[in-house]
């Protein structure tokens, strides 16, 4: 199972990115996706998760800027982050369990900065 990251950069503050989490050796059509999130100096943080099934979850902090998503077919789940905040500054990672194991994708670093 590998899951690779992609579509950080650097933003304004307000500004927009949209993150890609494509991952290959598994279906997403069985396996719950994770969005996570470690600023510098801080622990990782739950950003987004969605499920098999497509249900989604947020914490508190994205809840009406970030949506997660994802395309089957494409076996890729996207973060798209509205309204950033210098706070949302981090490298966010990509993550899922299989089969009890965890799989972690390499980070992709968002920075928000005027």
């Known amino acids: 199972v590998q899951l690779q990251a992609s579509g950080g950069g650097s933003v304004q503050p307000g500004g927009s990115l949209r993150l890609s989490c494509a991952v290959s050796?598994?279906?997403?059509?069985?396996?719950?996706v994770d969005w996570y999130r470690q600023a510098p100096g801080k622990q990782p943080e739950l950003v987004a998760f969605i499920t098999s099934a497509g249900r989604t979850e947020y914490v508190d902090s994205a809840k009406g800027r970030f949506t997660i998503s994802k395309d089957n077919a494409k076996n890729t789940v996207y973060l798209r982050m509205n309204s950033l905040k210098p706070e949302d500054t981090a490298v966010y990672f990509c993550h899922l369990v299989k089969d009890s194991r965890p799989y972690w994708g390499k980070g992709t670093q968002v920075t928000v900065s005027s």
């Open positions: 050796g598994t279906s997403l059509s069985s396996n719950a």
